[in-house]
């Protein structure tokens, strides 16, 4: 029945507008979509030509950054509680409304959460997660995009946190979001600058600092820099990660099938022979060798390259 009464009002007016109807002085239009930048919508937001009553507020308007919909049955009750000569065409007659904003971005939440915790105590080498969480704010376009922590419960055994933000801040009509997330402990370590190969030799200046979480820090996490310079990779390492201790060895100075230089120092007599190694072996390590001419096989220790050194009981097998 409500249908049919509107229907006829429809009707109605477009008679109305027929050549030997009323007419009005100026012609009020619907403005379809509009931006307004207030938190309420006036008459005149919606309706050009609103009269006298084109500054009255007649909805609130949307969150900063969203929309409303306003359908042909609102309008019209709108338009005729104000006196104003308009009707709609059809029931798909619409007002969209926007609430211009300002996108409060996540890396500001995090630099207001970040100053927060700092000055309650906490170290500045820290790291703020939210988890998946797509944490997005809105502030009034004609309101300072300011963010301001309310409330902050943090968890120092987890790490965990529970934060109530608001923008702008500091006003009591400020829009708020709980927040939650995690706070992890920060430190540096040394990473290689460029991924090295199986056998490169680590320099100084291939090393630069990185900070990671610190539940991330194994034993087997190098954090001192000493621990790699003149270090060798075992295999090919890439940059800008984390290094183990199971990933660096000492040079190689004998290869495995290569030709070394056997060594005995016995009182004032030293004796040399050359023989092949059985295996590979940094300095200080203890390599079997094969002496070339008796073919007898010793254990001798890597003294430099493509140099082994054998104990006094093994002279013999050097004849």
């Not at 919508?41 to 909805?59: C, M, P, W, Y």
């Not at 409060?104 to 170290?123: P, Q």
């Not at 290869?255 to 120092?265: D, P, Q």
């Amino acid at each position: 029945m409500k249908r049919l009464v509107f229907a006829v009002s429809i009707f109605a007016a477009l008679m109305s507008a027929q050549p030997g109807g009323p007419a009005a002085a100026q012609e009020v239009v619907l403005k379809n979509a509009v931006i307004i930048e207030g938190r309420y919508i006036t008459l005149g937001d919606l309706f050009e030509n609103a009269g006298k009553r084109a500054d009255s507020n007649v909805a609130y308007s949307p969150s900063p950054g969203k929309r409303a919909i306003f359908d042909a049955r609102w309008l019209y009750r709108v338009a005729r509680a104000h006196g104003l000569n308009w009707r709609p065409l059809n029931l798909k007659t619409r007002a969209i409304v926007e609430r211009a904003g300002q996108e409060i971005r996540r890396a500001e939440i995090v630099d207001a959460l970040m100053s927060e915790f700092i000055e309650r105590g906490a170290s500045d080498d820290i790291e703020i997660d939210f988890g998946g969480r797509n944490v997005r704010l809105y502030v009034a376009a004609n309101r300072p995009a300011t963010v301001g922590i309310e409330s902050l419960n943090r968890d120092p055994n987890t790490g965990r946190f529970v934060a109530t933000i608001a923008v702008p801040a500091g006003d009591p009509a400020a829009h708020r979001m709980r927040v939650t997330g995690r706070v992890y402990s920060l430190v540096s370590v040394p990473v290689l600058s460029k991924k090295l190969h199986r056998g490169d030799i680590i320099r100084k200046h291939h090393l630069e600092w990185k900070k990671i979480r610190k539940n991330k820090v194994s034993r087997q996490t190098v954090t001192d820099p000493e621990q790699l310079i003149g270090m060798a990779a075992k295999r090919l390492i890439g940059s800008d990660r984390p290094l183990r201790l199971t990933q660096i060895r000492r040079p190689l100075l004998v290869a495995k099938g290569g030709i070394v230089t056997i060594r005995l120092n016995y009182a004032n007599m030293s004796l040399t022979a050359q023989g092949r190694s059985l295996d590979e072996g940094s300095l200080g390590d203890v390599v079997r060798v094969k002496n070339s001419q008796s073919k007898k096989m010793v254990e001798a220790r890597v003294m430099g390259s493509n140099q082994v050194r054998v104990q006094n009981l093994y002279a013999r097998a050097l004849n």
